[in-house]
């Protein structure tokens, strides 16, 4: 007798939340509480975020996470602190210093460099990074106290300003880049540049792919969320241990963003019903109408009120090639 197969558990919940993660917590612990929250059966995020940064932390449930490499590949914009005349192992106040000097440079020998660091530039990460070296991360050989090398590679960054200096010591810019760019290595860079050595002190992402300051909501508001939804225990439970569950997930639900949300830079394919349903048995649909792209490297397909696939527009036709089953 053929097994049946193990029912998920959690909720089929598909869409996003812009968690606004606050410090001292890391990616994959946000994710997990987010999870949680949801009782959602899958989830992930785009585009890590280091525990001592703050700010925008994508999160995916569902049918949304086949949408994660869409938002990871956007533009990024970061605001951060820089603090001058001392570097450290991490780039960032985690690690010991390692360089010091005395000389802090003033606005107008900083913003001189600003154009070195503007377009296709070549950066190497910091030791303390995510970046894979034979299979490893180079943070965890950096912390086992192994010499990390890691290889060059070419970023791209499309701004980078000075938006406040409160002090000698201090400078505030906002960087907006492509995937890949460390605005630790910027600042670790430009501390080596300028001849005083510099490091990260602060460090808020405010904008992913699509998806923008409006979107993001703090975790605590969240957990607020959750308790408007939670069930009423009685006196005997509440001595007994036991934990209010969330049985009323609108209030949650009301900050979780359709799929498609994530692709807003990709052409939309609007489909009727029928054209819906054939596209989600895997066929292609021919496209009517005057203005109906002939070719289409990357498109969408909406219909049934929700993201049907991903795919192509080629010879007039949308031809499916992730197909999106989930409902909701």
Same mark, same amino acid.
């Given at each position: 007798?053929?097994?049946?197969?193990?029912?998920p558990?959690?909720?089929?919940?598909?869409?996003?939340?812009?968690?606004?993660?606050?410090?001292?917590?890391?990616?994959?612990?946000?994710?997990?509480?987010?999870?949680?929250l949801?009782?959602?059966?899958?989830?992930?995020?785009?585009?890590?975020?280091?525990?001592l940064?703050?700010?925008m932390?994508?999160?995916?449930?569902?049918?949304?996470?086949?949408?994660v490499p869409?938002?990871?590949?956007?533009r990024?914009?970061?605001r951060?602190?820089?603090?001058?005349?001392?570097?450290?192992?991490?780039?960032?106040?985690?690690?010991?210093?390692?360089?010091?000097?005395?000389?802090?440079?003033?606005?107008?020998?900083?913003?001189?460099?600003?154009?070195?660091?503007i377009?296709e530039?070549t950066?190497?990460?910091?030791?303390?990074?995510?970046?894979? %070296? $034979?299979? &490893?991360? @180079?943070?965890d050989?950096?912390? *086992?106290?192994?010499?990390?090398?890691?290889?060059?590679?070419? +970023?791209e960054?499309?701004?980078?300003?000075?938006v406040?200096?409160?002090?000698?010591d201090?400078?505030?810019?906002?960087?907006?880049?492509?995937?890949?760019?460390?605005?630790r290595?910027?600042?670790?860079?430009?501390?080596?540049?300028?001849?005083?050595?510099g490091?990260?002190?602060?460090?808020?992402?405010t904008?992913?792919?699509?998806?923008?300051?409006d979107?993001?909501v703090?975790?605590?508001?969240?957990?607020?969320?959750?308790?408007?939804?939670?069930?009423?225990?009685?006196?005997?439970?509440?001595?007994?241990?036991?934990?209010?569950?969330?049985?009323?997930f609108?209030?949650?639900?009301?900050y979780? %963003? $359709?799929? &498609?949300? @994530?692709?807003a830079?990709?052409? *939309?394919?609007?489909?009727?019903?029928?054209?819906?349903?054939? +596209?989600?048995?895997?066929?292609?649909?021919?496209?009517?109408?005057?203005?109906?792209?002939v070719?289409?490297?990357?498109?969408?397909a909406?219909?049934h009120?929700?993201?049907?696939?991903?795919?192509?527009i080629?010879?007039?036709?949308?031809?499916?090639?992730?197909?999106?089953?989930?409902?909701?």
């Open positions: 007798m053929a097994r049946r197969g193990k029912k558990k959690g909720r089929p919940i598909n869409g996003w939340v812009v968690l606004d993660k606050p410090k001292g917590m890391g990616s994959t612990d946000a994710v997990g509480k987010l999870k949680w949801y009782f959602a059966q899958k989830a992930g995020h785009a585009g890590t975020l280091d525990p940064a703050s700010g932390l994508p999160i995916a449930f569902g049918d949304a996470t086949k949408t869409f938002v990871m590949d956007g990024k914009v970061y951060f602190s820089v603090r001058w005349g001392a570097e450290t192992t991490t780039d960032d106040t985690e690690g010991p210093v390692t360089k010091s000097s005395g000389d802090r440079p003033d606005r107008e020998a900083i913003e001189a460099l600003l154009p070195n660091y377009g530039i950066q190497v990460p910091p030791d303390f990074s995510a970046v894979k %070296i $034979a299979g &490893e991360r @180079a943070y050989l950096a912390r *086992e106290g192994e010499v990390v090398e890691i290889a060059p590679r070419t +970023v960054v499309l701004r980078l300003e000075i406040d200096q409160p002090d000698a201090t400078t505030v810019f906002e960087a907006e880049c492509g995937k890949g760019t460390y605005v290595a910027i600042a670790r860079d430009l501390g080596r540049d300028l001849g005083c050595f490091h990260v002190v602060d460090l808020r992402r904008s992913v792919g699509a998806f923008g300051e979107d993001m703090p975790l605590d508001e969240l957990l607020e969320a959750a308790d408007e939804g939670r069930e009423t225990l009685d006196a005997e439970a509440i001595e007994s241990g036991a934990t209010a569950r969330v049985v009323d609108k209030p949650l639900d009301e979780v %963003i $359709a799929p &498609e949300a @994530a692709l830079d990709l052409y *939309e394919v609007m489909l009727t019903d029928e054209q819906a349903s054939r +596209v989600l048995s895997g066929n292609p649909v021919i496209l009517r109408g005057r203005d109906a792209p070719f289409c490297e990357e498109a969408f909406t219909g009120g929700r993201l049907i696939a991903l795919g192509a080629e010879e007039g036709a949308f031809k499916p090639k992730r197909v999106f089953g989930g409902k909701g």
